[in-house]
């Protein structure tokens, strides 16, 4: 009985590991947007989720000011020395690195980072580049991409390089962004689109008017044209509400759906992020809560021919956004989401997802903000995501059922990108 069940885990792990993966939410870019790509030893130090830890071990008085004001390198310096020699690496986010230079063959044992730094300097960004995708066993990466950003709209307009292995996605967060309502509609104007603001109580909002709905979908057709995106995709706050917010809800309705029905493109929403919950920390001082799902329920009820790709922060919601991915045919969920994307929760959330599920969910995006983070958040992944599918083909085995390794490539493929294309395909 051992050997036969040993026999399963290591197909199933054997199958993990060559399955080549799908990565549907990055923020990386091509090497044609110069510094807009981050890689190397002192970018995957300095990721924000170390910069926040940092802050749980350093000193009272290494100030947020005092640590902005370092270099790159004193930042990478100051996190090594605190969070991989002074404390274990034991994060998910700190084991990554060691995982990730060790996975490129570097001595990490010696803890020599003067070294590993010599090393990444020899790279060439165009040979590492499909050299991390490799190791990673990537076929294409989405990227993350805001017509909203002036320099990164110049690459595009000037039609910068993009190698097949990144895919744009629209990133449309600014169209809900009504505290500064007044640069966002400037951003749009000033490219020649009649978005109209109205003033309420002293706020800049947007003039809701069939005009400006038109406008914004005209906006949206115009930039995929240019940048061709796998799909739209914005971040809300736990506070996310659909048919209350009615500037929300009506741009939604009135501009982005219309405009995502013509492409036919999905619209990707990720909820629960409570963005400048500690202000100094910058894009690390991040926090998570709860949203109310009826609200996404309400969305998915009222375009049932628009598709959705959901994702959301808290583990709180985990439960209820897979009960709609089963009852909403027009919902992809995905991912295992930055605070989600641990070992702990990647393993509860994918046993709940094949369980309510079976496979017509995308498991794991690695969110990457450094090209090499490819390498470990993928590793780790397929390591968790091994023991998990075990267990389920051997219940499925104990229920009295038998499978070809073939069956569980497929099964295995169909998590990491198949039903994705899939539901894009449909
Ligand atoms: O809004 C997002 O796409 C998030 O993923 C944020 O970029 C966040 O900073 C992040 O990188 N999480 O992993
Ligand atoms: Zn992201």
Redesign the pocket.
């Known amino acids: 009985m051992r050997n036969v069940e040993d026999q399963l885990s290591l197909e199933v792990h054997r199958t993990l590991q060559e399955v080549t993966i799908t990565d549907v939410?990055t923020?990386l870019f091509p090497p044609s947007f110069g510094k807009a790509l981050l890689w190397g030893p002192d970018e995957l130090l300095t990721y924000?989720?170390l910069i926040a830890e940092l802050f749980t071990v350093a000193k009272w008085d290494l100030t947020y000011d005092k640590f902005w004001s370092m270099t790159k390198v004193q930042q990478a310096d100051l996190i090594w020395e605190q969070l991989f020699i002074n404390h274990g690496p034991l994060s998910e986010a700190a084991r990554g690195v060691i995982t990730t230079f060790h996975k490129l063959g570097l001595e990490t044992k010696k803890r020599d980072l003067a070294s590993i730094r010599k090393w990444f300097a020899q790279q060439k960004l165009d040979e590492y580049l499909p050299k991390v995708f490799e190791i990673a066993k990537i076929d294409y990466a989405v990227m993350?991409n805001s017509p909203f950003n002036p320099k990164e709209a110049k690459y595009w307009q000037e039609h910068a390089p993009v190698p097949d292995c990144l895919k744009p996605a629209l990133?449309i967060?600014s169209l809900f962004d009504f505290e500064n309502w007044e640069s966002v509609a400037d951003a749009m104007t000033t490219q020649g689109y009649d978005v109209r603001s109205t003033t309420e109580g002293g706020q800049v909002l947007p003039q809701l008017d069939g005009k400006t709905f038109s406008e914004i979908r005209r906006f949206l057709v115009d930039w995929s044209k240019t940048i061709k995106p796998v799909y739209f995709?914005a971040?809300f706050g736990p506070d996310f509400a659909y048919g209350k917010n009615k500037p929300l809800t009506e741009i939604i309705d009135h501009a982005i759906v219309p405009a995502a029905l013509e492409l036919g493109l999905p619209f990707a929403l990720?909820i629960g992020?409570r963005r400048l919950a500690n202000p100094g920390l910058r894009?690390?001082g991040?926090t998570v809560g709860t949203a109310d799902l009826y609200c996404l329920s309400e969305l998915l009820r009222n375009h049932p021919h628009a598709k959705f790709l959901v994702t959301v922060l808290a583990r709180t919601n985990q439960h209820e956004l897979t009960v709609l991915g089963r009852v909403f045919r027009n919902l992809h969920i995905f991912g295992c989401?930055?605070?989600c994307?641990n070992p702990s929760i990647i393993d509860e959330m994918t046993r709940q997802r094949l369980e309510l599920l079976g496979t017509s969910f995308t498991a794991q995006h690695s969110?990457a903000?450094v090209l090499d983070q490819l390498i470990y958040k993928w590793d780790h992944t397929r390591e968790i995501i091994s023991k998990v599918l075990t267990d389920k083909y051997r219940d499925l085995r104990e229920a009295g059922w038998e499978f070809s390794k073939d069956e569980i490539a497929r099964d295995v493929r169909n998590i990491f990108g198949g039903s994705f294309e899939a539901f894009l395909k449909r």
Do not use: G, K
Request: proline share 0%; glycine share 0%.
């Open positions: 939410h923020h924000h989720y993350t990133r967060d995709a971040s990720m992020a894009n690390a991040v989401w930055w605070y994307n969110d903000r």
